[in-house]
């Protein structure tokens, strides 16, 4: 059986009630004829409540953007692993680039992260991603085995077989600049194989999906590519009928 395709929305800091309603709607009556993709839009905490509700009902699976690593405690600003789960979250993103850009999270951190989501029953979407410099220092396939190699090794290869894995090059996030296929395919291709050094099985399983300026024009190319098995959407999630028409593209590939 072939691995089903994983659409996902992040919204990053974008959001506010009308407009959440709006764009819940747009995605649910798009997304009518839309089958053997999994859809999942992961919006800033404090409307993960909303959201919950609004896809009650619907095929859209709630995710979360980040979370604490402990579970409880004076960790003000925080939020916690079962606090998602209470929430209805199924998904949580781990390691965004800008978590680790912005926020100094580091491989081990991330790596904990990942760690405390699986505990409390969460499925980690474990972001990995070179900047340009190293793109161009031809450094890109360290920085990735390095930022993968700090979750096998602290949660074990049998852990991926419940994430999922989401190559994010940082040049390209939010800046129009979508990897092209031949640049995506042979990282994702990297990291199965990566994978498979441990578990063969667990790599031939593995979703792993490309975020980076996704949008409905580019993304058959990059979902026509063997190791790319959807994607992380940023910018273009705002927008319902460009999500669904990504979904729409990820079904018709998916089902060639
Ligand atoms: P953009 O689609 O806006 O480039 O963002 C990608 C991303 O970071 C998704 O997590």
Redesign the pocket.
Known sequence: MGRQPLVAA?W?MHGQRGRIASLIAGIRSGLTAVGGVEIAVCPPYVYLQQVGELVTGSPIILGAQNLAVEESGAFTGEISGPMLAEFGCHYV?VG???RRNLFGESDALVADKFIAAQKHGLVPVL?VGEKAVHRKAGTTEKVIAEQLDAVISKSGIESLANAVI?Y?PVW????GKTATPDQAQPVHAFIRNRLAGHDAGIAEEARIIY????NAANAKELFAETDIDGA??????LNAEEFVNICKVAATVAAD
């Open positions: 992040n990053k993103i965004h680039s800008e972001c989401a994010e390209a996030i939010g800046s975020g980076g300026s996704v992380l959407v940023g910018g273009a999630s």
